[in-house]
């Protein structure tokens, strides 16, 4: 294996010493006496060549053994760099309240009850997400042996029971037409999303160019997954309507793609004008349970919609399968 650039390892009276140089600063990593072939002295590399590389100029190293130096060491693994961008950017955020909070603790003196509690305090999906967050530092720099054992094994978070945002209905579907007609950028807003099944963070970058043999295909933002919808007449319609001068089919009025924070305050504003509780996501799950209406199968919704997990689908089939029930009785009476 080729030596990293500027890692430095020097063996004096029998004893190794690793530092990272670079121009005029020489700058230890913190895991002195470790052989340089250790797995953990290329991982406190990385951690410092990568602070070097995207923090502003002057950012201080963190002290070796501590909470914020493992989160370093996370941040600079490939394991991190797997994870979606969405993902990054809000566990990210938690980490830093963390790091602020508990940054300079040692890592080794953090136990499984510090973290319940801590999570306790929360509560709530907060305190899912936040589990989330913490579980990969620890469980990273158990794995490079830097702590004994990973306290957060044993810790279990209680999921609270949601069924999330609701399934836009009918009525609500029908409510939001009625208000906002063809010609309006919220119209076409709602009808791309209802016939799509796609995120607002994928409705704002789709367009023609995802378009080949009969499917509107695309990888999903968040988790990566591809999503195949087929061009039905109503997309087609609804694509006919779109303006062919951007990579996208939703444009601002200055002419430039919506961010997805943007797309969501729009849609947002827009529900409560027509009087509806629906949001984005409500219509994700309602181009779910049409698909399940027809008659398609849990894989199949799964492979339209981009979901990671089956469960999500199975539980709009069965909702369909229960409507399909009512009216096989209604009809048979």
């Known amino acids: 294996m080729k030596k990293p650039p500027y890692l430095r390892s020097k063996l004096r ?47 201080v190293t963190t002290k070796a053994g501590t909470f914020a130096w493992a989160v ?27 790091v602020k909070a508990q940054g300079a603790r040692p890592l080794s003196s953090i136990s499984a009850d510090d973290i319940e509690q801590a999570l306790y305090a929360k509560g709530g ?67 791309l999303a209802l016939y799509t099944g796609a995120a607002r963070a994928d409705l704002v970058r789709i367009g023609r160019k995802d378009i080949s043999d009969g499917l509107l295909s695309f990888r999903r933002q968040k988790t990566g997954v591809p999503a195949d919808v087929p061009l039905t007449a109503e997309l087609k319609e609804v694509i006919g309507r779109t303006p062919d001068i951007s990579p996208t089919f939703l444009l601002t009025t200055w002419g430039k793609p919506f961010k997805p924070a943007g797309l969501g305050n729009l849609f947002g504003e827009a529900a409560q004008a027509a009087g509806i509780t629906a949001r984005l996501h409500g219509l994700r799950k309602a181009f779910c349970v049409y698909w399940a209406e027809q008659g ?5 919704i799964a492979a339209m919609a981009g979901h990671m997990s089956l469960s999500e689908v199975e539980r709009y089939t069965r909702e369909a399968d229960r409507r399909r029930m009512v009216k096989l009785l209604v009809e048979g009476a």
């Open 72 to 98: 370093d060491l996370l941040k600079a693994s490939p394991a991190w760099e797997k994870l979606a961008p969405a993902t990054q950017k809000n566990r990210d955020a938690i980490l830093r309240r963390y």
């Open 296 to 300: 398609k199968s849990t894989h199949q």
């Open 13 to 59: 009276r029998g004893r190794w010493f690793h530092t990272y140089r670079r121009g005029d600063k020489e700058i230890s990593l913190g895991v002195h006496g470790l052989h340089p072939t250790d797995p953990r002295v290329f991982a406190a590399y990385c951690a410092e060549h990568a602070r070097w590389e995207h923090r502003p100029p002057g950012t």
């Open 125 to 191: 999906f907060a305190a899912v997400n936040e589990l989330k967050a913490l579980k990969p530092v620890f469980a990273h720099a158990h794995k490079l042996k830097f702590i004994a054992t990973d306290p957060t094994r044993s810790v279990k978070v209680e999921r609270p029971t949601s069924d999330g945002f609701p399934t836009a209905s009918a009525d609500e579907i029908e409510r939001f037409q009625k208000r906002w007609p063809i010609g309006t950028t919220e119209r076409l807003v709602f009808d």
